[in-house]
C-alpha cells in the first residue's frame, strides 16, 4: 500500500502534466506493488518498494537524497550532443540533479516504469518544475511500444550524437526485466533513426518523385484496403529472396490454389525460373535497381501491390491487375481529393509489408519462407535466381555485422538493415498474437513469436483446400469506380504556383545572406538588422510552408542534414563565426532551390499524365 502523505501537491502537479503532455490524471492501481513513502534523516521524502522476492528496496537513499542523486548526476558525463536516458524517475531527485550538471541543450529521457510509483510521486513532492521543463520527457510507462514512439519523438540524429543511459540502482533492482528492455528498446529506435536517415539519404527524392509520377495511377487504381478481410483465414505464404529460399522453392508448386502466395519483387524472378505464379507481388522500392526485378518476367495474372512511391516503371509496365497504397508527404497536399488507399505498415523492408497486408487480409496462417533477414553461413545474401545471387559477405564479425540467434538453434550473421526488418517482425507478432505466424524458411534468423516448421509441413497441414485468389483479386478490381480526377489537378495546379513562389523567396533568401554578409564586413549594424529581419521572415514562411518546402528538401537531403548538424555544433561551440553561418544558410537556400526546380519540373509531367488520362476517359 502507498502510505498516506499530505496531499497538497496531488492536484498542482497533475495540472502542470496535463499542461505539459496534454495527458489527464490517471489512477493508481491498488496493491499493484507496495509502495511506501518516507521521510529521510534529512527531512526529505524518500521512497521504497517492495520487490519481487518480497524485500523492501529503497529507490532513494535513506538517508539524504539530494546527495546521493547529485553523486550519481556526477558521474554523467554532460557535454553537448547527448540525449541522457534517465531509467528511474521515483521522486524526482536525479533529475534535478542532471538538470543542474548536463548541458542545457542535452535533453532527458526519462523512464518511469511503474505507473503506481509515478502516481505516488505526484502525491509526496512538488514536481512541477520538472514536469513543466523542455529539458525533459517523462515517460511513465512499461509499454515498449510507448517507450519507443516516445523516444522517436525525441532523438535527432542531426542534433545529438551519443546516448548516455543512468538511472537508480533500486530501479534497475526492482524492476530489471523493463530496465534490459530499455536499453534495446533505445538501441532500435537510434538504430532505425540511423538507417532512415541513411535510406532519406540515399532515397529521399526518389521517394518524391516517383510518387509525383505514379499519382495519375495512385488515383485510378484501387487501394489494398479493398483487398482487407477478404482473405479471412486462408494462409499465406510470403516469399522473399534469403538464400534458404534455395531449399525448398520446388515445393512451392503445391501451395497454388491451396494458399495465397505473396511474393517479393526480389523473388520475383525465381519463382519464374521454377515455373511457379504467385498471386501478390508487392513492391516498395523507388530505386530504378527495383525495376530491374520486374522487367522482362511474366506473372501471369498476379495482382502488383505497390507503394507510391515505388519505381514508377514498374506501374507503368505491370499487365495485371494493381492496388495501390502509400503515406508520402505529397498526399497531404490534396486532402480528401484523394480516397483513402489503406496502409500496410512497414519496418522497412517489402517482405515487412507483405506480412501487414496479409494480416490485415485475414490471412491465418501467415506463413513465411525465404525471409533469412541474415547471410547464409557461405556468405550468401540472396537465393540463386535473384538479381542479387551473387553478393557475398566475407568478412568478419563487427559494428555493422553481429551474430544472432539462426533458426537451428546457433548463430548467424546480421547486419543492422536486416535486424531492423527482423525487429519489425517481432514487434508486430508481439502486438498481434492472435494469427498464428510461421517461419518456414529453414536457415536463417530466429524470429521470436513464430513457430518453426518446414514448408513440407506446411503443405501438409494447412494447405490442402482449394482457395481462389484470383476470385477474390477480381471482386475487388470489379468493385472500384475511378474516381472524378479534376479536383486533384486543381490541387496540382496550386502546388506548382505554391512552387514557383517559394522559388522566388528562396532565391530572394540568398540574395540577403550575400547582402547580411557584405554588412557584417562593414559593421553596419543598421543594415544587418535590416538584412536579418528579412531572412528571418523568409526563414519562417519556409518553417511554415505546409506544402513545398518539405518535399524540396527530400532532394538535397545529405546536404540539408550536414548544414544541420553543423549549426547544432556551432551552437554547442563557444565561437561565433558569422561566415559560416552565413555559408551554412546559403547552402541550405542554395539546396532548396534546386530541389524546388526539380518538384517544378516533375508537378509539370505529373499535370501533363493527368489530363493524358482525362482524355483518355479514365
Known amino acids: 500500500m502507498i502510505k498516506e502523505m499530505p496531499n497538497i501537491w496531488e492536484d498542482k502537479n497533475w495540472a502542470a502534466y496535463k499542461e505539459r503532455y496534454n495527458i489527464d490524471k490517471f489512477e493508481s492501481k491498488a496493491n499493484q506493488r507496495q509502495i511506501e513513502i518516507m521521510i529521510s534523516r534529512v527531512e526529505l521524502p524518500t521512497i521504497r518498494v517492495k520487490s519481487s522476492n518480497d524485500k523492501w528496496v529503497f529507490l532513494h537513499s535513506s538517508v539524504d537524497p539530494v546527495k546521493e542523486a547529485k553523486k550519481i548526476a556526477d558521474t554523467v558525463s554532460g557535454d553537448p550532443g547527448k540525449v541522457i536516458v534517465v531509467f528511474g524517475f521515483a521522486l524526482g531527485y536525479l533529475v534535478e540533479a542532471l538538470l543542474e550538471t548536463v548541458d542545457e541543450r542535452n535533453p532527458l529521457f526519462v523512464i518511469e516504469p511503474d505507473r503506481d510509483l509515478f502516481c505516488a510521486a505526484m502525491v509526496a513532492r512538488d514536481l512541477r518544475h520538472l514536469i513543466s521543463s523542455e529539458r525533459i520527457y517523462i515517460v511513465p510507462s512499461d509499454s515498449a511500444a510507448q517507450i519507443k514512439a516516445d523516444f522517436f519523438l525525441v532523438y535527432d540524429a542531426a542534433k545529438y550524437k551519443d546516448i548516455v543511459m543512468t538511472g537508480l540502482v533500486g530501479h534497475q533492482t526492482v524492476y530489471a526485466d523493463v530496465y534490459a528492455h530499455s536499453a534495446k528498446y533505445i538501441k532500435e529506435i537510434v538504430n532505425a533513426k540511423l538507417l532512415n536517415l541513411a535510406t532519406m539519404i540515399k532515397m529521399g527524392s526518389l521517394f518524391e518523385s516517383n510518387a509525383l509520377l505514379n499519382l495519375a495511377d495512385y488515383c485510378t487504381h484501387p487501394g489494398v484496403a479493398s483487398l482487407f478481410n477478404r482473405l479471412e483465414g486462408i494462409p499465406v505464404i510470403i ?7 534455395n531449399k525448398n522453392i520446388h515445393l512451392l508448386k503445391e501451395a497454388k490454389g491451396k494458399a495465397a502466395i505473396f511474393v517479393v519483387g526480389t523473388a520475383l524472378k525465381a519463382l519464374e525460373k521454377w515455373g511457379i505464379e504467385p498471386d501478390f507481388i508487392f ?34 509496365n505491370h499487365q495485371g491487375p494493381i492496388f495501390v497504397s502509400g503515406d508520402v508527404t505529397i498526399l497531404r497536399w490534396f486532402g480528401e481529393s484523394i480516397e483513402t488507399k489503406g496502409k500496410i505498415e512497414s519496418g522497412g523492408s517489402v517482405a515487412n509489408n507483405a506480412m501487414t497486408a496479409a494480416y490485415k487480409m485475414g490471412a491465418n496462417p501467415i506463413v513465411l519462407v525465404g525471409q533469412d533477414l541474415a547471410y547464409a553461413r557461405d556468405g550468401h545474401s540472396h537465393a540463386s535466381g535473384t538479381n542479387y545471387e551473387k553478393n557475398i559477405y566475407s568478412g568478419g564479425e563487427n ?26 517482425f517481432e514487434n508486430w507478432i508481439e502486438k498481434y498474437p492472435e494469427r498464428e505466424y510461421i517461419n518456414a524458411t529453414e536457415g536463417g534468423a530466429f524470429i521470436q513469436g513464430t513457430t518453426v516448421m518446414t514448408l513440407q509441413e506446411v503443405l501438409h497441414q494447412y494447405c490442402q483446400k482449394a482457395v481462389d485468389v484470383q476470385k477474390v483479386i477480381q471482386e475487388a478490381q470489379d468493385a472500384f469506380e475511378v474516381p472524378s480526377l ?6 496540382l495546379e496550386m502546388r506548382l504556383r505554391d512552387t514557383n513562389k517559394t522559388i522566388l523567396e528562396a532565391r530572394n533568401a540568398i540574395k540577403r545572406l550575400k547582402q547580411l554578409e557584405k554588412a557584417c564586413e562593414a559593421r553596419q549594424a543598421k543594415k544587418m538588422q535590416q538584412h536579418l529581419k528579412a531572412i528571418n521572415k523568409i526563414y519562417i514562411k519556409f518553417e511554415n510552408d505546409p506544402y513545398i518546402r518539405e518535399v524540396a528538401e527530400r532532394f538535397a537531403h545529405r546536404d540539408i542534414h550536414n548544414v544541420m548538424s553543423r549549426t547544432h555544433a556551432a551552437g554547442y561551440s563557444e565561437k561565433d563565426d558569422f561566415h559560416a553561418a552565413i555559408a551554412d544558410y546559403t547552402i541550405y537556400y542554395e539546396k532548396v532551390l534546386s530541389g524546388l526546380k ?18 483518355n476517359g479514365q
Not at 559494428?399 to 519489425?424: E, V
Not at 479534376?486 to 490541387?491: A, D, F, I, S, Y
Not at 518538384?599 to 482525362?614: A, N, S
Open 283 to 316: 513492391s516498395i522500392d523507388p530505386q530504378p535497381l527495383n525495376y530491374e526485378h520486374f522487367k522482362g518476367v511474366k506473372v501471369g495474372g498476379a495482382a502488383l501491390v505497390s507503394e507510391i512511391q515505388s519505381n514508377h516503371l514498374i506501374l507503368e
Open 239 to 245: 516469399v522473399s529472396a534469403g538464400p534458404s529460399l
Open 598 to 615: 526539380v518538384v517544378e519540373d516533375l508537378l509539370h509531367q505529373c499535370i501533363e499524365k493527368f489530363r493524358g488520362k482525362m482524355c
Open 486 to 491: 479534376e479536383p486533384v489537378l486543381e490541387k
Open 399 to 424: 559494428y555493422a555485422y553481429f551474430p544472432i540467434k539462426a533458426n537451428d538453434g546457433g548463430k548467424i550473421l546480421t547486419d543492422r538493415s536486416f535486424y531492423q526488418f527482423l525487429t519489425f
